[in-house]
């Protein structure tokens, strides 16, 4: 509640809407108020706790009238944990949710009307699907993750989504390290995993297991104390090396599915030069370049690059890794600067703030045939669709992947023709 809010009484609404952010929406008095936990359909008894001046979050007290689509959620840690927000939802009603709020969000903030958006897509299992997590110690030292909007941690010590290998990694890490932060990954396939502490002001107290242990540095880097924190992971037939610093899917079946879409998206490559931004270690750069594309991959995290060359290599494909900030790379290109060809097809796969208006401008000034856009975040996504859209391109295709079920994120491979 903010500071000039007053004291609430709990009132009764019907949920009629939904956010990317994963919350029910109400009306109260005109306003609209975002009800975590709460269905479409459902008429519920809520208090809001705080009272902006264009919009409100509430509090739910008690479902009324529940959802068809309300299940019990599997996790004990809901909804105390804010890491799995949609757990009260039966899996394929989330994925309708997915698939509405990706079609919303482009219809208001990519101002497109009827967007060719598919149902979305079930990815694998339900549960037990993260290789990867990163755990916040409270006070006492016990491990687990943030409560929903707060730096408070919920300890938690068997978490739902993880798979078997990443959780064995976890029990062994116990709760008694010292760390402030443990970031723990593993992969069942190679039988690799590695752990990464982050020492607090107290003495640390490193855990034995069958896993690589790192400690991060304040300049970014990693000490090692058992190996170096390498991992390798097979993905559609290639197998990939990376280390606990550089990204990686954090879902195998998902890595596999996002492959798959995105060849199918860019069509036939081959003889092509494609562009493969914010390419990290090579996971889409690689099948590009064995379907027959002449591939240049721009990175700028400095470890990612090393490792997408080494995947390459490993796999005797030719890939051109530049070693450079994306925007700046594009605007050199835009600007006629560098010796790089203008390509073809463009893929690229930004961060959760999206690509922006500068790299998507110097993309409309290129003019690629085809731009095929991974995105983990709708909202970015529909931003950069007005600006491609009203830049001359057209959405051909939007794909909707449900890589992360029991929360509200969802992955989206679209396509746009010129």
Known sequence: MTRDTPQHEP??????????????????????VFVPGTIPGE?????????????????LLEVLEPSPDRVPPPCPYVPDCGGCDL?????????????????????????????????CQGIGPDRGYR????LHADPEGRLGFHRAGTHEVVPISRCLVLTDAAQAVRDAVGDATGAVEATIRAHAATGT????????PGPLAPPDGAFDLVLSQPDGRVAPLRGDG??????????????????????THGAETLVTAVLAAAGD???????????????????????GAEVVAVEGHRRAVEHARANAAAHDLPVQVIADDVAAFTADAAAGEGDVALPDVVVLDPPRSGAGREVVGDLLALAP?????VACDVAALARDTRTLTEGGYRLTDARPLDLFPMTHHVEVVATFAR
């Not at 390498?230 to 879902?251: I, N």
């Not at 490559?269 to 889409?284: E, F, I, K, N, T």
Request: charge should be positive; aromatic fraction near 6%; avoid cysteine.
């Open 11 to 32: 009132v009764e609404a019907i949920v009629d809407g939904f956010t990317h952010g994963g919350e029910g929406v109400v009306r109260v008095a005109g306003k609209a």
């Open 43 to 59: 008429r519920v008894r809520l208090r809001i706790v705080d009272d902006r001046k264009r919009w409100a979050r509430g509090e």
């Open 87 to 119: 757990q009260h939802v039966a899996p394929a009603a989330q994925r309708a949710l997915k698939t509405r709020v990706v079609r919303e969000q482009l219809e208001r903030l990519g101002g497109l009307t009827d967007p060719p958006v598919r149902a």
């Open 131 to 134: 290789t990867h997590a990163q």
């Open 193 to 200: 995993a590695a752990v990464e502490l982050t020492p607090g």
């Open 230 to 251: 390498t991992l390798t992971e097979v993905v559609a037939g290639r197998t990939y090396t990376f280390d606990v610093t550089t990204f990686f899917q954090v879902t």
């Open 269 to 291: 490559v081959s003889g092509a030069l494609v562009w493969d931004l914010y390419a990290g270690v090579g996971l889409l750069s690689l099948p590009l370049a064995a379907a």
């Open 369 to 373: 045939a085809t731009i095929v856009y």
